[in-house]
């Protein structure tokens, strides 16, 4: 089973920023694909961005695109989430997430298409 480890989250005025990042257990492929999703209270587990291994095509949410960044380092098998101008309506727990074998059909946005999980980091943006 492939575990993830989460970091970065926390409590942080309207305005600013925040770096999340998860760590995969295993050497990443060049199928691999992992993203970020998150669930704010009462809401549906919503995409926020994702990356392809192979080629590092990203994705992102039309609600984060300007503000956040996604990004890998391949040595350490590690993505990356740079969250700036950070909103209340950001306030979510975030979840790291990854697939080991993308196929070439892979939309990268839909949750369900996602097989591992992080325990999920909470990011609380005040007004």
């Known amino acids: 089973q492939v575990q993830l480890v989460e970091s970065g989250g926390g409590l942080v005025q309207a305005g600013g920023s925040l770096r999340l990042s998860c760590a995969t257990s295993?050497?990443?492929?060049?199928?691999?694909?992992m993203g970020w999703f998150r669930q704010a209270p009462g809401k549906a587990r919503d995409f926020v961005a994702s990356i392809r291994w192979s080629t590092g095509r990203i994705y992102y949410a039309d609600s984060v695109k300007g503000r956040f960044t996604i990004s890998r380092d391949n040595a350490k098998n590690t993505v990356y989430l740079q969250m700036n101008s950070l909103k209340p309506e950001d306030t979510a727990v975030y979840y790291c997430a990854a697939v080991r074998s993308a196929p070439y059909y892979f939309t990268f946005t839909t949750a369900a298409e996602y097989d591992y999980w992080g325990q999920g980091t909470q990011v609380t943006v005040s007004s």
């Open positions: 295993e050497r990443t492929f060049s199928s691999y694909a």
